[in-house]
């Protein structure tokens, strides 16, 4: 069965560390592109790190220098280490993945069709 699984998530404090998996059995080797996303009570789901099938990868401004995403393909997880964590990363955070859409910068929301259930992301100040 194809689908993904994300876990990881957890309550930290502001500069706390957290590494979140999606289990991708199906994705990893097939996919043109897959990425996180997160979502805020009140706000739009945004793209935040996503990963090529040539292993380029792209980071929202807000994100970059403090997440890293990237693929274990034998173990077929796509992850997510988020180091130095701010309260403005709280949200539900979702694993996505694209079969056809190449990612060469974030694309939107839209361009992914198949989503994980979310795995929550809590940082306290």
């Known amino acids: 069965q194809v689908q993904l699984v994300e876990s990881g998530g957890g309550s930290v404090q502001a500069g706390g560390s957290l590494r979140l998996s999606c289990a991708a059995s199906?994705?990893?080797?097939?996919?043109?592109?897959m990425g996180w996303f997160r979502q805020a009570p009140g706000k739009e789901r945004e793209g935040v790190a996503q990963?090529?099938?040539?292993?380029?990868?792209y980071y929202s401004e807000s994100v970059a220098g403090r997440f890293t995403i990237s693929k274990d393909y034998a173990e077929n997880i796509l992850y997510l280490q988020m180091i130095d964590l701010k309260p403005e990363d709280t949200g539900m955070y979702y694993c996505?993945?694209?079969?056809?859409?190449?990612?060469?910068?974030?694309?939107?929301?839209?361009?992914?069709?198949?989503w994980g259930q979310g795995t929550q992301v809590t940082v306290s100040s």
């Open positions: 996505a993945a694209s079969r056809s859409r190449y990612c060469s910068t974030i694309l939107p929301r839209a361009d992914f069709r198949s």
């Open positions: 990963i090529n099938s040539r292993a380029g990868t």
């Open positions: 199906g994705y990893i080797t097939s996919s043109a592109c």
